[in-house]
């Protein structure tokens, strides 16, 4: 017998695929949804109320999940379980690790590794293999963790992306399947294609990022270095002239390379990063409830009504609705016995 839950569906007899489906209107606890096979954060860094969707599909330790956001995202993270990624749709620039991402192909990362992906609204699919719960094919599965795998953009070709569609896709299904229909995917072909797959995608050659032109370089080395100096302290944020001094570029140079590799400007980068920062930390208070104007002053943020205009330009929400809910999620959690 099915049961329904917030989370999805689950067989009383464990027959079935173990999956869910669950909309969003939060992007940090939809980033949390893939804590174990990738912890991440969400920066969003266009203006407006998030949405998303994600479908979640696990095969006694194959994984596939479809990732669907409507804004534009930092998303930084690293994996704990070799992985593949491809685009359905995106609606603008979409990068990997600095590296152009298409439709037509696929991210792999290796077990351990880190990436950022500036993440355009889009309809994402990935796979993700978690090898100790694959015994039979740890050595299939061992050059995928190796630390000389490669991870990064590889060009698919049209039999392979029509091969991964389809494999993906029959694999999203199983949750409205029967549980005979399930439980012949958990152990029979979809699995074994989905890793063979997998295994397909990482031996493909991966696109050289070194062919990209001189200019293109540099600007990713400019926005690397400014982005480290915004980190090291975001409640003192650096202006702009001294962001330029301490990196040696030019004002011009520096607005060049924001608006080439982020889309954005320097200072807009700056304060969205700021301002997810306090959002994070509005809900990280609840059930104590600190006061939002406190939050926001240890961020830098020195005006409680500049800082809840500009919050609410970016979120789609005022600060205390934020709260609110927080406080109303942190209320429905089951208490320790």
Known sequence: MRTRDGCGWRSDGGDAVRGWRRDFGDADEQAACLDSLYPQCYDQLDA???RGEMIH??????????????????????????SIGWLLRSEGRFRFNREEFEPRSAIFYRQGSEFEIQAAPSDLIGIAIVPERLTQATRWLAP?????ACEGVRRLPDVVQTRLQRAAQQAL??????????????????????V?????????????????????????????????????DLAHPVSTEALCRRIGVSRRNLFYAFDEV?????????????????????????????????????????????????????????PCETRRRALETARSRPTAD
């Open 144 to 148: 995928l963790s190796a630390p000389g």
């Open 262 to 318: 982020l889309g954005v400007s320097p200072s807009h980068y700056r304060q969205t990063l700021r301002l997810n920062a306090v959002r994070r930390a509005i809900k990280a208070q609840a059930p104590v409830a600190a006061p939002i104007a406190d939050i926001a002053w240890t961020a830098g943020f020195a005006h409680p009504s500049r800082f809840a205009a500009e919050y609410r330009r970016l979120f789609g929400e005022r």
């Open 196 to 232: 063979e797959l997998m295994l397909t995608v990482a031996a493909l050659p991966r696109l050289d990022a070194s062919r990209r032109r001189g200019r293109a370089r540099t600007f990713d080395r400019v926005v690397l270095a400014a982005q480290r100096e915004i980190a090291t």
């Open 57 to 82: 599909v696990d095969l006694d330790g194959v994984i596939v999940v479809r990732e669907r956001v409507n804004r534009r995202l930092m998303q930084t993270g690293s994996m704990r379980s070799p």
């Open 48 to 50: 407006g109320r998030f």
């Open 173 to 194: 299904a199983l949750l409205d399947a029967a549980p005979d229909v399930a439980r012949a995917a958990r152990s029979g072909t979809l699995r074994q294609e989905l």
